[in-house]
């Protein structure tokens, strides 16, 4: 079966602070994984995607198929990056995502 | 380009009645898929369409039934409306079928279900 899981519905973290978003995948097949961010009041947008092997606002996120898992981690936590983050993965060869549950990021100054 | 536009921002029906959600996609974009968002809950797959077919299909009961236009906009109908279908409804677009691409979401449909 085709899913994902993100165990932290809420992480709490102060300004400077490390963060990593935790997300475990379940797929027979080659996955594409992908991070979706939705600030407040906004819709919902990519945020980055594995194949691309870039960071994007200081986020990274390796894919580890080994354990199945494509975390998204930041070495300092800013206020701005407080938000609900989402890990997708893409069906093959369709651009339909299977979504977590996706967790809410709160960054304290 | 104002992007993916939605219509309407909110509905309210009661049970057994029948929607019809709207979608405009962004500019250049010939793929639209809709997701069903429910409160607290990720976005779960409805269905795709690419020149004016469903091509993918999530787990959504018949109720749920869809169209594109020629111009790539899309309509999300629902009928015999249930209480659990209260939910955000999000459309993304994104273009051709390749697999992988970004899909751009608008901002949701909230559908309220009395």
């Known amino acids: 079966a085709q899913r994902v899981t993100q165990p932290e519905k809420l992480l709490s973290v102060f300004k400077g602070a490390p963060v990593e978003l935790k997300c475990n995948y379940s797929?027979?097949?080659?996955?594409?994984l992908f991070w979706y961010v939705q600030y407040s009041r906004q819709r919902l947008q990519l945020l980055l995607r594995?194949?691309s092997r870039e960071s994007i606002k200081g986020f990274t996120a390796d894919l580890n198929k080994g354990e199945t898992s494509f975390h998204l981690k930041k070495p300092f936590a800013q206020e701005e990056d407080s938000a609900m983050y989402y890990c997708a993965l893409s069906v093959y060869n369709t651009d339909k995502l299977i979504f977590g549950t996706g967790t809410r990021l709160q960054v304290f100054p | 380009d104002a992007g993916v536009t939605q219509s309407p921002t909110h509905l309210i029906k009661t049970r057994g009645q029948q929607v019809t959600l709207r979608c405009s996609p962004k500019?250049?974009?010939?793929?639209v898929s809709w997701y069903q968002q429910a409160l607290g809950q990720g976005p779960q797959f409805i269905f795709q369409y690419y020149e004016e077919e469903e091509r993918q299909r999530g787990n959504f009961p018949d109720r749920f039934s869809g169209h594109q236009f020629p111009n790539y906009s899309s309509e999300l109908n629902v009928n015999a409306l249930l209480l659990g279908d209260s939910a955000l409804y999000l459309c993304?677009?994104?273009?051709?079928?390749?697999?992988?691409?970004?899909?751009?979401f608008g901002p949701g449909t909230r559908l309220t279900v009395l």
């Open positions: 993304a677009s994104s273009s051709g079928l390749a697999g992988g691409n970004e899909q751009f």
């Open positions: 500019s250049g974009h010939d793929t």
């Open positions: 797929y027979s097949g080659s996955p594409e």
């Open positions: 594995h194949i």
